[in-house]
């Protein structure tokens, strides 16, 4: 069993930035890929980054090239989502979660086992 715990969430002005923590128990977390996910009030849950098992490779979605920067920590533990040049359509619940699987069809939700209970990032104007 994998349990995931984000932080590093808040209330940042436009333009700022936030760095987002996953850290994981649970064996053989280190192999697993890793998605960061965001659900905005009245939106569906939506993929923005994911990271392959030794960070060789990444996904960003459209609206967080450039901006956003998925990585995995020393002993690919925690992972990180670093965050800048935040805008108000940022604002959402942001969780991390792991697959078993690898590193294909990144984006889709049903393909993560195990997930975080989410952090709170809200992007005033």
């Known amino acids: 069993q994998v349990q995931l715990v984000e932080s590093g969430g808040g209330l940042v002005q436009a333009g700022g930035s936030l760095r987002l923590s996953c850290a994981a128990s649970?064996?053989?977390?280190?192999?697993?890929?890793m998605g960061w996910f965001r659900q905005a009030p009245g939106k569906e849950r939506e993929c923005v980054a994911a990271?392959?098992?030794?960070?060789?490779?990444?996904y960003y979605a459209d609206s967080a090239k450039g901006r956003f920067s998925i990585s995995r920590g020393a002993a690919k533990n925690p992972v990180y989502l670093q965050m800048n040049s935040l805008k108000p359509e940022d604002t959402a619940v942001y969780y991390c979660?792991?697959?078993?699987?690898?590193?294909?069809?990144?984006?889709?939700?049903?393909?993560?086992?195990?997930w975080g209970q989410g952090t709170q990032v809200t992007v005033s104007s």
């Open positions: 649970g064996r053989t977390f280190s192999t697993y890929p």
């Open positions: 990271i392959s098992r030794n960070g060789d490779s990444t």
């Open positions: 979660a792991a697959r078993v699987r690898s590193f294909v069809e990144v984006t889709r939700l049903r393909e993560y086992d195990y």
